[in-house]
């Protein structure tokens, strides 16, 4: 999915990068990915807001110098190899990639969870091309275990209804 991501140029100092989150948490504004690097001067914070106008009007008005760019953000297996094979598509496909960065998820990986990857990169129709094509992550373990959970109580329901009839209607008598 493509999505805005801002690349927002803080001073390197102690506060800086905090004073930006809560400002955005105040507004109700979720980061769904987050990269900061350092330089001499500056920070360079990359992130996904959940909302960009919002986030944009918000950063604009406390003065934060930023820009914006697309970027494509998938869902991946938490598991070895996922990315792998990923960046492999996209190199075959001449697919230039200039950054990666990523979310784990909460269950370490262990029950089939998936994770965030946002790609930046010069040809985004290209990323998004090869992943509705190849790429889709199966579902979450927890998606398959709230599918898992609804079969049940379905199961139950029916269950339950049937007990309640006489005998002789549950055997088609």
Not at 37 to 57: G, H, I, W
Not at 99 to 117: D, L, N, P, Q
Request: hydrophobic residues 40%.
């Amino acid at each position: 999915m493509i999505k805005k991501q801002f690349t927002l140029y803080l001073e390197n100092k102690p506060g800086s990068l905090s004073n930006i989150m809560k400002k955005l948490a105040a507004n109700k504004i979720n980061v769904e990915g987050i990269s900061v690097s350092e330089s001499t001067d500056v920070a360079l914070v990359q992130l996904v807001p959940s909302n960009p106008a919002k986030a944009r009007a918000l950063l604009e008005q406390e003065g934060v110098p930023l820009t914006v760019q697309d970027v494509s953000v998938i869902t991946l297996q938490h598991v070895p190899g996922s990315l792998s094979r990923v960046v492999s598509q996209l190199a075959k496909g001449g697919v230039v990639v200039n950054y990666i960065y990523a979310t784990g998820c909460s269950c370490g990986g262990t029950h089939g969870c998936s994770c965030y990857v946002v790609i930046g990169a010069d040809d985004l129709k290209s990323v998004e091309k090869f992943w509705k094509s190849n790429g889709r992550a199966p579902k979450s373990h927890a998606a398959k275990r709230l599918a898992s959970v609804s079969r049940k109580k379905n199961v139950r329901k029916v269950s339950a209804r049937s007990a309640r009839k006489p005998a002789a209607k549950r055997r088609g008598a």
